[in-house]
């Protein structure tokens, strides 16, 4: 097969980076161009310096663009929809890495988890990737949420995430006197994936997802701890057989959940560069409560490499091609 | 006033360590012994080393125990209970920093949160410091729980805790290759705290906390996180004077909640060395659902900074004394 | 004794906000006023979150500056020279942290360490405080460059610093992404602080100081590690007699040489908060090498600290007021 | 060509379980056997939990190993050459990670640096892989040494080291609230790598090299400053095509040395899972010292990865067969 032609606008940032990084080692993949405005002329290692010695490639003006296979596009939310007009002639397929198509499948775009929408990516021309935070509650909750055993209007999660979901921007939160050991409510209420979260689970129900987000000292990583009010009775072994149904052929998809050891639940360090999402459960012995723990690597499975997921199902390829990182312990 | 003397019992631990700190400057305080088996003889900066040039103190045997007016017990949990008949003689008052005596007032000790049990602390003999975690979480929630305006069995708590709650003691999870960045769900259900908060929340009804703990990557600090659904509508202004008429007198208490700037919301890094519970809170516009948000540090208002704080009430001191440190910034 | 009556020009950054807790707790200080162009009019806990419930201070425009004992100049390098005129008149004694007194005794400055030129202070109207790699350089190395024992022309000094040391203006370099994580050679050669170790160290002969920094993921504090070639055979013993004799009764230096135990030589963590220069040495068995390893707070010892031990010396009080705080552990 | 069947002795270990990960993911091999005293018959990813999923290999008793083509051997220091004599027979060629037969060439060992010793490599059949700070080191230094510019006697080298290099085995000093923010001189002077250095950069001279380790708080990641004095006046441009001449056709071996951004000399967390030795320099323009910068992955270029690359060579592989990670960034 001959390699697909791929481009990507907007690539001098973090998920843009961590994009090209996975696309140069793809064997199935050209990378032509990758724009920026900012650094137009300049090498790609100037901003992504784990790519020296890795690539000559430097960066395209945006309007030089010529055409492709598939066009990832990598820009700030809100940029992407006015910019689809101006690239839609030149790719067949867009995978775009932004919020702006995520919602209510505007423009054809679909919804880029792969575990809940893979038949329709099959034959898909555009897919919108998921949001970090959203893929790792969505992933930790569908199971249950699809079978109809929680409570739909009292769902709490709790997630803890690293400084590079803020991209490459600086701004006085992310200096580092400040930003280091930082455990930083910076969005207890009103988080907007929000409602990327609902859209998934709700199944025609009405349902709540209270949802709180906490800035901890790291730079990779999405911890979400989700706790769930079960309608019915289950026992664990019930939830692992929901868990099994739901993800069992999953490549990407690892319930963790050990007696022994240090590592008994999914722990974001453990994934970082990897497209895996680690999910763990414990039951209140106490109550009707469900605590779902699951991990990503927020550049990866909550971006980049998601993206790179989806390009491999809307081709025909396998699934876990460019995708093979193991992770690294210790780390 | 002649200065009171004071001993430690277990004071090579961490919260023995931080209470030898503060002792040794209080100026109503004198520290005559400081007891370990394992270090006896040694000087006390061999195991705290902050405190190198600032005393000569030596541990000394258990068995050699004097007469003082207050005894500190810093024991490991289960150890306290066995220990206190050996001791109840040598001291009048005594105050324990472990598990053993915090719950159904057992032999007589006061629950050591002096923002719930100012008045009993007065005239008592015996205190128990409340745990670090219980502490954030019953701080948070009391005035909310004290007015009932929570729905008594829906609330979800999620603590972010430092490496220092586990102690002293080396483990194979303490080791810091395996430490180090973990966003680790070590206690998602059944944390031992969780009776000390319901016993101080219950005000008679029956009532759940849905309590999850988890480690993230710092030493000292804690962040409770806890979701509340109102059964009333309140607005954030009425929730302000709610919280301002409980804790409106108090030292150690600092409504944080600001619009603008990078620390919006209570922080555990800025209470480092502190004896500050700080608590924030918002209300989410589309639910019923409050977000609490408090801060400590749990070597200091979550166990030897609470347990100077009852001492000083205990002997008519302002509750401040040897507590005034503010805290740093940047750190 | 009537309390001095203190001003800090320039007190919305790092060293500034730590001048001003020190000096709010200092009890023979009354601070006046705290100026900031950018934050006039703001209360200090604004941008010294540090001193919620401290203080109710709010910034005053420098142009408002009335007469005061004694103030503080805390301006970006370069400013300082060119605001001295302004406020000659203002104050009979000046304190400056910046660098633009430091050389050359310009101004009638004292270069700002008191364990080299008390007795100067003493009497001096005008205060220049020392860098902070500078001071951790310097204490490490008076003893023995006064006693002319070192080869002057190969000592080699690399400083390990923290994230703090750059102030709080953010870039690209402190974005916590780019700066978490890092061990960061910013200044092989060429740092600016050379030009005062070896003003302060040449004692009239030619010598060279070989200095390197290197950033690492820290916010406070600065590990000085020397190596040092001796020109005569020195034991232990007698370079600690060396140290000894310098510092014996110093009250901010701490010889940390230990044979046992985790924390052997001096550790810039132990020390946040604190004013004390921790200062170690290992003689090398296997040649003429003495590596000295000395570590500061670099906003106290190696800034506000210092400023305030020069305060207390220049008014005749204890060195230590205001300076007690003796650090924490763990941390 | 069918693929070489290797062993690991040995394998639970932090250096074992990275190059497992290598092995497992290589081409060319295929893993028979890992073995552990103490993890017998448990699944390789209870101890080396990035490998759930990948594998479903159990450890085997050492007792228990059968022939194959490569044997790895990861024991403790001191073990490996007891050992030898049982697995002699086992396999053709062995590659030794321990320190045992890193000097002297002991028992016909080629020391494992590939830039300096490939040759004798490609027809060895024992390799004993270099000490990680000693990697960094030589690889730093030895185009200077071998071109004997630099003074033989007065080499200064301090390395920052992360916590992985201390291995699995826990200790008071790596326990988190100890080791976690510390700067640690845990190695002075007498730093046991210090005679693989020499041994390597002698080149038939009498040499010395001052050599001092610090401990900062990362897990993966060496970074050696070293401080050279140049016995002839080299410009930067000479000293550029110096290392240009050494390590110009390497694959691992990158001279990292840019005017602009953030990344201007070697760091290593840009080489966090690679086989990278990233090298720059800086002239000081002011003496004849010349400032030496380079970095690795200590489990990677200083232990497992280096190991694969020897492995490669004594196969006639291409040498960065399984080795392609380019790192990531951020991290």
Avoid at 33 to 42: A, C, D, L, P
Avoid at 209 to 217: P, Y
Wanted: hydrophobic share 40%; proline share 5%; net charge neutral.
């Amino acid at each position: 097969m001959a390699k697909l032609s791929v481009s990507i606008v907007g690539g001098s940032g973090y998920a843009g980076g961590e994009l090209l990084r996975l696309l140069l080692f793809h064997p199935n993949v050209q990378v032509m161009q990758v724009t920026s405005e900012r650094f137009e002329g300049k090498p790609v290692d100037r901003v992504h310096p784990n790519l020296r010695k890795i690539t000559r490639l430097t960066f395209s003006k945006p309007s030089e663009l010529t055409p492709c296979d598939v066009l990832f596009m990598c820009l700030p939310h809100g940029s992407s929809s006015n910019y689809l007009e101006q690239v839609r002639s030149l790719a067949k397929k867009i995978i775009d890495l932004s919020a702006d198509f995520r919602l209510d499948k505007k423009q054809g775009f679909v919804y880029g988890i792969p575990e809940l929408h893979r038949e329709e990516m099959k034959g898909a021309n555009r897919v919108s990737s998921a949001g970090c935070n959203a893929t790792a509650t969505i992933l930790a909750l569908y199971p249950l949420f699809k079978r109809g055993v929680a409570d739909p209007m009292r769902t709490v999660v709790e997630v803890k995430v690293g400084s590079s979901e803020g991209g490459n921007s600086i701004s006085e939160a992310s200096h580092h006197p400040e930003r280091s050991g930082a455990v930083r409510s910076f969005m207890p209420t009103g988080h907007r994936h929000i409602l990327e979260i609902v859209q998934e689970l709700s199944f025609g129900r009405d349902i709540q997802i209270h949802f709180s987000a906490t800035a901890i000292d790291m730079v990779r990583g999405v911890l979400a701890t989700s706790h769930v009010f079960l309608t019915e009775e289950l026992s664990e072994k019930e939830i692992w057989a929901l868990y099994r149904e739901a993800y069992g052929e999953e490549p990407f998809i690892r319930i963790v959940k050990t007696s022994g050891g240090i590592y008994r639940y999914p722990e974001p360090k453990l994934l970082i560069g990897t497209n895996y999402c680690d999910i763990g459960f414990e039951k209140d012995e106490k109550s009707d409560r469900l605590v779902v723990i699951s991990a990503i690597d927020n550049l990866m499975k909550g971006a980049a490499g998601q993206a790179v997921q989806a390009l491999n199902i809307m081709h025909g390829l396998d699934e876990t091609t460019g995708l093979e990182f193991p992770g690294l312990h210790p780390i």
